[in-house]
């Protein structure tokens, strides 16, 4: 029996206020922070700096900072367990892009997948800040001397390069950050689009690529109906040839709990809509919880703006005590 206990680690994470949160962005990242949190030092953080890389709507960013601490919350993000707390809230955070961009490659910034594709799909209309994205990230891991990061596949050349710039900074000014690194689930890293399966499910796509954690039953039966599936009828995992429906299938094994495999051998001979008609159950089933908490929290803000209170006043004495040992051995006064 193993009897002995795992050190505790810091951990690190964020999710942008850009949009409704997903199926996606709980199975990658959300879950494992609930699980984290019981054995170590977590800091969560609202990234709301992130999202302004990109063209949004400012009258709507407030309400949406305060809806992804709601979902932190009624996902089971514990305040009494974790930090909850706002990026914009703590300027250490600016300060220390500032610094570590003088150490950034602008090449590193260029190879960036994340940039590429936000660039094609913003057109016109690439700001210095989507650029620089990375390099915000990085301050925002290092701030807390982080050494894990919890995300999704998307995310994991962003930590990579967090890691490159700790290790550079280092080696020029000294030892003083954490090398940090990504943890990556297994399975669900990267939950595809309901409609087009090659491509992963995202906030900021159309409502119905993405199953949100707070759809109504209705809109979760109408969602997973008309998701895209392929040619055949077998119920197989094989996403090279049949993207959609392994998509459905490590959806499904992830909320029910079971095996791939031992979901193809209980939908064997059955057909796609079976399929789809118990898997919009499962899900109704599972993220009913999830939209009743956030509705209680939803109705409680004063219980939204102390969490995000209290989380700033901790992960500020964090982000102090980082910079202070940043500035001195950078030369500054
Ligand atoms: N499809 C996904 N599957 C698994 N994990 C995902 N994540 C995002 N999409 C998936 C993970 O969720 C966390 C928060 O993501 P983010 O807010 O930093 O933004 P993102 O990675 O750019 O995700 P979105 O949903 O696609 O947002 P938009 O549309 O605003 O760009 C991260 O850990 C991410 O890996």
């Known amino acids: ?86 990026q914009s809230h703590i300027k ?49 891991i290092l701030l807390y001397q982080t050494e894990l990061v919890p995300v999704g596949q998307d995310q994991k050349q962003h930590v990579e390069l967090a890691r490159e710039i700790a290790r550079r900074f280092n080696a020029k000014f000294g030892d003083t950050f954490t090398l940090p690194q990504a943890q990556i689930m297994k399975i669900g890293a990267k939950i595809m689009s309901l409609a087009e399966p090659t491509k992963k499910m995202s906030k900021s796509d159309k409502p119905e690529t993405r199953i949100g954690l707070f759809d109504t039953a209705e809109q979760i039966k109408k969602k997973i109906g008309s998701a895209t599936t392929d040619s055949g009828k077998e119920i197989e995992y094989n996403p090279e040839q049949k993207p959609g429906i392994s998509n459905l299938l490590t959806i499904y094994s992830l909320f029910a709990n079971k095996t791939i495999k031992d979901l193809e051998n209980e939908y064997a001979g059955k057909n796609y809509q079976t399929f789809k008609q118990n898997l919009a159950e499962l899900l109704i089933e599972k993220l009913a919880p999830f939209r009743t908490k956030k509705a209680e929290f939803e109705e409680n803000p004063e219980q939204i703006g102390k969490v995000l209170k209290e989380g700033a006043e901790k992960a500020r004495a964090i982000a102090q005590t980082t910079m202070e040992k940043v500035r001195a051995t950078m030369g500054l006064l």
């Open 92 to 140: 250490e955070h600016a300060e220390l892009t500032w610094l570590l961009n003088t150490i950034t490659p602008i090449g590193d910034l260029q190879r960036m997948t994340q940039f590429k594709d936000k660039s094609k799909k913003y057109g016109g209309n690439i700001s210095a800040g989507l650029f620089n994205y990375p390099v915000l990230m990085a301050a925002d």
């Open 1 to 86: 029996m193993k009897s002995e206990k795992l050190k505790s680690v810091r951990i690190f994470s964020g999710i942008q206020p850009s949009g409704d949160i997903h199926i996606g962005n709980y199975l990658g990242a959300i879950k494992q922070w609930i699980a984290l949190q019981e054995k170590n030092d977590c800091v969560f953080c609202i990234v709301d700096w992130h999202a302004i890389t990109v063209p949004y709507e400012p009258k709507l960013l407030r309400q949406k900072i305060k809806e992804v601490t709601a979902t932190y919350l009624a996902a089971g993000i514990n305040p009494k367990k974790s930090v909850i707390f706002v």
